[in-house]
């Protein structure tokens, strides 16, 4: 098996996208906090003591999206065109349910940029409730689906949910 990220000596190298035409590239992720109840009310009604938990933790995925190249060894800069986050409040399971969604016209794709908007979105919280509650637990962190690029689209079906 030959391996895109090691040279023929075994030595790490970033992998040559210079031949590769830009195309259109999507993808989601998802990813949960679990929280207790009364940490979840205090998120949804705005009593945080650190203020605005979803927006501030919206702005950080979004943050994080564009900065993955430098938190992940061999990840390509891209040049992104969107970046939403998403994050939903969900009483029934004391969680907050986290979405991110990227595109852009490159030469490769934009998985780890998704992932690494809903995990940066979910530290956010975190560090945003941890005066309240220390047992929070981040979890369920998914690529959901993915367009373009050589190893073609990529849909999660039920059943693949980690």
């Known amino acids: 098996m030959e391996f895109s990220h090691l040279d023929n000596k075994g030595n790490a190298r970033m992998v040559d996208v210079s031949k590769k035409t ?3 590239r999507e993808a989601k992720a998802e990813g949960r906090i679990y929280m207790k109840a009364d940490t979840l009310r205090a998120v949804m009604d705005g009593s945080m003591p650190k ?3 979803l927006a501030a933790a919206r702005i950080a ?19 992104l065109d969107s970046v939403k986050v998403d994050l939903v409040p969900d009483l029934k399971e004391n969680c907050i349910k986290i979405a991110a969604s990227v595109r852009c016209i490159w030469k490769t794709g934009v998985e780890m940029e998704a992932l690494t908007a809903v995990s940066v979105a979910a530290l956010t919280v975190y560090d945003m409730c941890k005066s309240l509650d220390k047992t929070m ?7 959901v689906w ?3 690029g050589k190893s073609g689209d990529f849909k999660r079906t039920r059943g693949e949910d980690g």
């Open 137 to 143: 637990v981040i979890g369920d962190v998914m690529l």
């Open 22 to 24: 830009a195309t259109v």
């Open 61 to 79: 995925g979004v943050m994080a999206a564009k900065r993955t190249s430098e938190l992940i060894p061999m990840c390509h800069n891209i040049p």
């Open 51 to 53: 203020g605005d938990v």
């Open 146 to 148: 993915k367009t373009g």
